[in-house]
């Protein structure tokens, strides 16, 4: 399956994370509402047997809720109850597709495993993913830092676009990118170079690059080629998109 856009991309980090609590129900609306067409968030599990996936960036709850603890141990009941930002509460996956669905949005879904759990939260996510994702219209976007998660991803639905999420670059990235197939590689705007972009444009995959809230250097990475950007202000970063020629990408595995 494809996923195709007009580039340069602009992604909702987190759904608009600059402007409204991460990863919330709320987030993607901002998103949405600032003229983003894709949005990325953050899923994991939860603490109970069988797991609940919902949307959370962090391995645990204090810096963005009212809770405490590692997010893999509460159960769900009791995430609910916490305040994520705002009043929002923490969301199911399935919340989230289905406002994304609503509201007519791309979608990255950034498996983030929990400490030592990559396999069980991928398998998790993809449960949830393959049980309500539509299968009319696009199909979602998934990466993962995690190998592993990757691999469940691309044994699972072999036809949905992946993004191999990059930190620090391995020797062997392009090997990994095309054992995985993946349909992208997603990488730190901060990390790379003029030239480090080339070399990876070179593997005939689009780059997304994350996350990137500056203008200039958002001029500065279109102007190198790259596909799409990670941002937590879409609202800053899409007149400066609008200003680089229409061609059109196509995200799917090869
Ligand atoms: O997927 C791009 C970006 O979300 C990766 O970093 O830590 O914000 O999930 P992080
Ligand atoms: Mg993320």
Known sequence: MTLTFIPPLIIGHRGAAAHAPENTLAGIREAARQGAKMVEFDATITGDTPPVTVLFHDDTLERTTDGVGAVDQVPFEIL????AGDGERIPTLIEAIALVQELGLLANVEIKVAPGRDVETAEAVMATLIAHWPEAGPPPLISSFSIEALEVAQ????????GYLIWD??????AIADRLAVASINVNAERETAESLQALQGSGRPVLAYTVND???ARFLFDQGVAGLFTDTPQTLLPVAADYPAARVTLSNP
Do not use: F, N, V, Y
Not at 155 to 162: F, G, H, I, K
């Open 80 to 83: 609910r109850g916490l305040d």
């Open 155 to 162: 044994a699972q639905r072999p036809d949905w676009p992946r």
């Open 169 to 174: 670059k391995p020797e062997d990235w392009r």
């Open 215 to 217: 203008p200039e250097r």
